[in-house]
């Protein structure tokens, strides 16, 4: 069993859609990350919790540390938000253990 | 820099080549981090700088990888013997003390042939 375990794999919305992606570990953690990876391009770091919920534009993530669960919310999500969106948790340590990502595409 | 930059962007070897991949961080940036992502899998972590301390080396796959920073700026990865299964895309991040997250340069992918 993977440490970081995202959901859905993948997902296809249409534009204006709330969207949720889903993020579990089974590990303790000092913080975690969600991250943001277009086709072709590099990686943007969304957010870094260690706990409650943070917002950045239309962009909401929210982190449960007792129950090990975080998830990333988009509000009325578009095309622009198609991406690989990847959550990383930092464990007591230095170094960041990744999900497997989750494919978004949202479609116009 | 205004960001992290890695280069080559790309390199093509053959293998048994030895192969460099050099990041520069954002300038006074302490924590500089080494990654890869392989064709259909996730990132992997390879190797951690913090400063002056001796770096966290416990992602490297064996003992072909090997990274130093000098003078608490650039990094270079180096490769020895490449192999096919060391094609991926390497990524570079960077972060200051108590920032609130990382700093990806754009990758080198390697492709070993």
């Known amino acids: 069993k993977n440490e970081v375990e995202q959901s859905p794999q993948n997902l296809t919305a249409q534009e204006g859609e709330f969207i949720t992606i889903n993020c579990s570990y089974s590990v303790g953690i000092s913080a975690l990350h969600w991250l943001q990876q277009h086709p072709g391009g590099g990686i943007v770091s969304l957010f870094m919790?260690?706990?409650g919920k943070k917002k950045h534009g239309r962009l909401i993530a929210t982190i449960n540390i007792q129950e090990k669960h975080s998830s990333l919310h988009i509000t009325a999500s578009h095309p622009r938000d198609s991406a690989v969106y990847i959550c990383?948790?930092?464990?007591?340590?230095?170094?960041?253990?990744f999900g497997a990502g989750t494919i978004l595409r949202v479609k116009s | 820099g205004a960001g992290v930059s890695q280069s080559p962007s790309n390199k093509v070897t053959e293998k048994g080549k030895d192969v460099e991949l050099r990041c520069d961080p954002i300038s006074g940036h302490t924590a500089l981090y080494w990654y890869r992502q392989s064709l259909g899998q996730g990132l992997e972590f390879l190797i951690y700088?913090?400063?002056?301390?001796?770096?966290?080396k416990s992602g490297l796959p064996s003992d072909r990888f090997s990274a130093e920073r000098t003078g608490g700026s650039v990094s270079t990865l180096t490769i020895q013997r490449t192999q096919q299964e060391d094609s991926a895309v390497y990524l570079c991040?960077?972060?200051?003390?108590?920032?609130?997250?990382?700093?990806f340069g754009s990758g080198t992918r390697l492709t070993v042939v």
């Open positions: 919790l260690s706990s």
């Open positions: 700088f913090q400063g002056n301390s001796a770096p966290d």
């Open positions: 991040a960077s972060t200051a003390t108590g920032a609130q997250g990382y700093t």
């Open positions: 990383a948790v930092m464990e007591y340590g230095n170094k960041l253990v």
